[in-house]
């Protein structure tokens, strides 16, 4: 009865009453079945975003339809350099005539001493630059990579070093090429980790202090390691560790973002410092420290974050102590926010006993505010007590989804994306590296539908609403605007439904 009355209300009760006065019970019957059948066929068109979005959830033509139009927010886990596609950075450094090395696929702008290097334009006289073009793409991204002749993770980490040098003079234009690509798929901000600040300050002179510092470590004697700290931390300072920041800031990053008016109406982009993982602990507290003091001078720098392959001997050697140093950082700097690769590990890469800890250091240690990857929580020591804890303090992590399966071989029901819903962590679903893995934003979101049956379009729609509220964006007003933005581009998009 209930049903009929919705009908009837559907279609004008007050309309139709007149009708049915003085008409037989049988024709009334019929009137109520047309009425039925008539909205059966109107709710089969009219379907919410969430009802079309399990029809077509198998789909995944249909489902990278859904969401390139739909709204995705901010992308936080993102690598300038990895997100570039290689085709520009390699007609850059046709044009420019760089040497290439014919046999790894590196380029340089002036020849080495040693190896096998040729300029472009002498390739191209013997006609062989096409064939040429295909290595460097395979070398340079994951272009028709077969699974078998290569490791994955050689492939991708190895494939930095030999683009690099084509990116030096290119920043504007590659800062361009993000910008374009996530206004044209609906991202309205992006967190890139943009790059390395160079240091004039000269260590040389505080070498034994590595020694020292791995000596306490290996003894797990924070005490003694931020002892240390403090004497390094003060001759950073005195060796004017500031004007490394200062000229990083002022020439390189904000010269450049309002050069080429990256924030519009449309698009907002922050960047985030990193230190590499494999330098000796003296250097990298010391571009640590300069990162830091970057990040909390000027509103552009969204924070700090650490980078590198994290089973590199010498990451795995000083995980800890790193995380120690991000901690010390944070006292002296208490407003800066810091995302920390971290977990992006799986088993066989390293030993069982390495997996234990290092999200447990993130997070406990270094004190992080957002975990990048997070791929080996299941073996984290008190794992469930670290989600909880992750949960409770609002710790967000950073979902890659692409890049854990083809890095780290880990998708499906082996990624842990499950145990960060079932304890309610804060999720936020990013690229990575789209440049080198070939995908974009909108992938992300298509996979995870597709593997993941009981994430539903309320889930996607909170997880777009976390890459705004848990950026690091400094200004209050700037994220109240992105949130605001956020909320009219998914009143129009959820207008387009129902779908006819």
Known sequence: ????????????????????????????????????????????????????????????????????????????????????????????????????????????????????????????????LGVYKQK??????????????????????????????????????????????????????????????????????????????????????????????????????????????????????????????????????????????????????KNLVVAFISADSSPLMAGVNIVSPEDGETSMKDYWLHMVMFNYCHTKFPDVKYSMHAGELTLGLVQPEDLTSHINDAVYTAGANRIGHGVDMAYEAKSYDLLRYMAKNKVAIEINLVSNEFILKVKENRHPISLYRAFNVPIVISTDDAGILRTNMTEQYVLLTKRYKDVSYADIKQYVYNSINYSFIQDEKVKKQLLKDLDLRFKNFEANFPLK
């Open 1 to 128: 009865m209930q049903t009929i009355i919705q009908v009837l209300k559907m279609n004008s009760f007050a309309y139709i009453l007149p009708i049915i006065i003085g008409t037989t019970k049988t024709d009334i019957m019929k009137l109520i079945y047309t009425l039925l059948f008539s909205a059966m066929l109107n709710l089969s068109y009219s379907q919410s975003p969430s009802l079309y979005l399990e029809k077509i959830r198998n789909n995944e033509a249909e489902l990278t339809a859904f969401f390139s139009q739909m709204p995705k927010g901010g992308d936080l886990h993102h690598h300038f350099s990895g997100s570039i596609y290689a085709e520009p950075m390699l007609e850059d450094a046709i044009t420019e005539d760089f040497y290439l090395n014919t046999t790894t696929m590196e380029v340089l702008k002036e020849k080495p001493a040693t190896g096998t290097w040729e300029k472009f334009s002498a390739i191209a006289n013997r006609g062989e």
């Open 136 to 285: 460097i793409m395979e070398k340079w991204s994951v272009k028709d990579y077969n699974h078998v002749s290569y490791p994955s993770d050689k492939l991708f980490f190895e494939s930095f070093g030999k683009f690099s040098p084509a990116i030096v003079g290119h920043f504007g234009e590659g800062l361009l090429e993000l910008k374009n690509r996530a206004i044209k798929e609906n991202v309205s901000y992006i967190e890139t980790e943009f790059s390395t600040i160079p240091s004039k300050i000269n260590t040389a002179d505080l070498f034994g202090f590595n020694t020292q510092l791995r000596q306490l470590a290996n003894n797990r004697n924070e005490k003694g390691v931020k002892s240390l700290l403090d004497t390094l931390y003060s001759t950073m300072l005195k060796r004017d560790a500031a004007a490394d920041a200062n000229d990083f800031n002022t020439n390189f990053v904000a010269k450049l973002h309002t050069d080429l008016k990256i924030d519009d109406e449309r698009f907002t982009m922050r960047y985030q410092n990193f230190v590499l993982r494999f330098m000796e602990p003296v250097d990298l507290f």
